[in-house]
């Protein structure tokens, strides 16, 4: 993608909505779109749904503020929401946004509470997905897309959490250790689990995961590549997602106490030039892509590149934007 392509996306900025869908995310954004997801709250974040699910099914009720949206194709999506009263007569205060722009993904959560036991927290998610066509060779391989990953998790206090994680998905599901997908998980698993030390491929999907906790690793600065690993067909056209999501939360149990919880990928996880393909031992470079369905140039790095997502979450913060849900007064 071109800087004045990117700068072209500003005028797509879309409207946030909310539903009860359980399903909004992933398998409901249109291929070459953008999808986002802000919710702050409390009594509604004791577990988290993966990457590219809409936290609370991206609906607002008594405990949460939520605000979604998915962009047109080819555009960009910017939300926020936030949050703050008393619970049994503890305060807290949280905050979450999400922007995307086709390939470049930013989310942001704040979580601060004068007590555990009320399970305050904030969580965002983003994403975009793309058709795609790879030619180069012949058969089926592994396609290895690198992203860059560029922010910093913290927790504080005396309990809770800060958590990143980042997944695929091909053809609205996400790749799993199975059938055709299994030479791309583990082909992922190989490229990924050592970075840093700090960074976990588990359970039998494809995601990847960053946590601080306030009763271990306090805070993490994070400056990496990952590289997402989609099964292809040389020729044969596919939709892949790429998803991320930051999640704030407490812990239960007898942690009483002042916490805290910040995550901060305002910054970028973006896509960088020098996609390959592995089939077997064999690494074939000289590939070329075209139905791109986001406008996205394989070729080009976008990771750098001021876009608008950066602009209009300054302008998110700043209240500039009209674009907040605003629920009744509880």
């Not at 399903?23 to 702050?40: E, I, K, M, P, Y």
């Not at 009483?256 to 996880?269: K, R, S, V």
Request: hydrophobic letters at 40%; charged letters at 10%; glycine letters at 14%.
């Amino acid at each position: 993608m071109k800087l004045a392509q990117a700068f072209a996306l500003f005028p797509l900025l879309a409207v946030p909505v909310t539903t009860m869908a359980s399903t909004l995310g992933q398998g409901t954004t249109l291929a070459g779109a953008v999808f986002v997801n802000a919710c702050a709250g409390s009594q509604a974040f004791g577990s988290s749904p993966w990457a590219g699910d809409a936290f609370n099914g991206g609906a607002t009720d008594s405990f949460v503020n939520c605000s979604s949206a998915s962009s047109v194709v080819g555009g960009s999506a910017s939300v926020s929401a936030s949050n703050s009263g008393s619970y049994f007569g503890h305060g807290f205060n949280n905050d979450a946004s999400a922007s995307a722009a086709p390939g470049i993904l930013h989310a942001g959560a704040n979580n601060n509470a004068s007590n555990a036991s009320q399970f305050a927290g904030a969580a965002a998610n983003v994403g975009f997905n793309d058709t795609l066509t790879v030619g180069g060779g012949s058969g089926t391989g592994v396609l290895i897309l690198p992203f860059f990953v560029d922010g910093s998790l913290s927790a504080g206090g005396f309990s809770g959490g800060a958590d990143l994680t980042i997944t695929a998905y091909k053809n609205f599901n996400q790749i799993d250790a199975y059938g055709a997908n299994t030479a791309a998980y583990n082909l992922f698993n190989s490229l990924n689990t050592t970075h840093n030390g700090d960074v976990f491929s588990s359970w039998d999907r494809e995601a990847i995961e960053w946590g601080t906790s306030a009763n271990d690793i306090n805070s993490m600065l994070i400056g990496q590549w990952v590289d997402m690993a989609i099964p292809i067909t040389f020729g044969q056209s596919f939709e892949y997602g790429i998803y991320a999501e930051v999640y704030m939360t407490q812990s239960s149990g007898s942690y009483f106490g002042p916490t805290t919880q910040n995550a901060n990928f305002l910054h970028t996880i973006a896509y960088g030039a020098g996609s390959y393909v592995m089939q077997g031992a064999n690494k074939i470079t000289d590939l070329n892509f075209s139905g791109t369905s986001a406008g996205i140039d394989y070729t080009q790095s976008l990771v750098g590149i001021p876009e608008p997502a950066s602009l209009l979450l300054c302008l998110l913060g700043a209240g500039a934007l009209a674009v907040r849900y605003r629920p009744a007064r509880r």
